[in-house]
């Protein structure tokens, strides 16, 4: 098929406006139509147009084309952050880069104007891809999990995928919360160090209790069968605070001592570790 320049310049505009929309089916079965033609084409009405639009479409072409590719995700993130830290986890188990910006709860940096405009609730973690920007970890996961197909944290059978989301929720919702640096610090002036650590061992011996019984059939290797899912990333962060922070014997929750023995094995979870932060306190 002969194409004449006064065609190829409304070819051209109609092939960088879909690449413009990322609408990827169309654009590449316009490419397969008319995408050799750009090459074989010789005149110099046709080397204007690409050359003016050349890296444009060159970027458009490659995030058609290539799964992989991510617009750029920043995390605002506290190495000490259970929370953040589950997020880390996800990122790493995606294969997703990142650009890491600390945030120091100690230092009272989560109530700078810049921050408040992230968060208002002043917490960590925020991720920020592109224009959006989110604000809760598990907003943060079910986010991710909906644009970045690549290493499902979620799985296809319904039951499965129920039984992650309600183990991931009582850890964000019933576990953590009750252990907060804000809220250790109120306790401990209102009723003192010791009141403070009874509180917290209460919700969580009630937390892993709750999920001890709630994954014993399920659990293989990790807390739904032999993958790695939301549950697991949700549980192990909670694990290692409740064992180093809060000295929490987990002997009596074997399922969940399984679990993340299987997870502090995985190179994805050592990288997200928070003594390997750049803002880790050494």
């Known amino acids: 098929m002969k194409i004449k320049p006064a065609m190829l310049l409304q070819i051209s505009k109609s092939y960088n406006k879909l690449a413009k929309a990322d609408n990827y089916p169309r654009w590449n ?5 008319f995408g050799r033609h750009f090459s074989q084409t010789e005149t110099p ?3 204007s147009i690409l050359n003016a639009s050349s890296m444009e479409s060159h970027n458009s072409q490659k995030k058609a084309t290539d799964s992989t590719w991510v617009s750029k995700i920043v995390l605002y993130s506290f190495w000490q952050s259970s929370c953040s830290w589950r997020v880390r986890f996800a990122l790493n188990l995606k294969g997703l ?3 890491y910006r600390a945030v120091n709860i100690d230092k009272g940096e989560q109530f ?3 921050f408040d405009k992230l968060n208002p609730l002043h917490y ?3 991720l920020v891809d592109g224009d959006v920007v989110i604000s809760d970890s598990y907003a943060i996961l079910l986010y991710l999990e909906e644009k970045y197909h ?3 944290l979620l799985p296809v059978e319904p039951q499965l995928r129920a039984l992650n989301l309600q183990a991931a929720s009582i850890v964000s919702s019933n576990m953590q919360p009750f252990h907060m640096l804000s809220v250790l610090r109120y306790m401990e002036e209102r009723v003192g160090p010791e009141e403070k650590q009874l509180w917290v061992n209460f919700h969580i011996q009630k937390g892993f209790g709750a999920l001890e019984k709630l994954l014993t059939e399920s659990a293989g290797k990790y807390a739904t069968g032999e993958e790695v899912y939301m549950a697991d990333v949700f ?3 909670q694990i290692a605070v409740a064992t180093k922070r809060f000295n929490v014997d987990m002997s009596e929750f074997p399922t969940l001592r399984k679990i993340y023995n299987s997870c502090e094995a995985l190179p994805e979870f050592k990288a997200s570790l928070p003594e390997r932060q750049p803002d880790a306190a050494l």
């Open 29 to 33: 079965y316009f490419q397969r139509l």
């Open 45 to 47: 009405t046709t080397n």
């Open 97 to 99: 880069s990142y650009e």
């Open 112 to 114: 700078t104007s810049e």
């Open 124 to 126: 960590v973690p925020v």
């Open 150 to 152: 690549q290493r499902p």
């Open 235 to 237: 549980l192990a962060p």
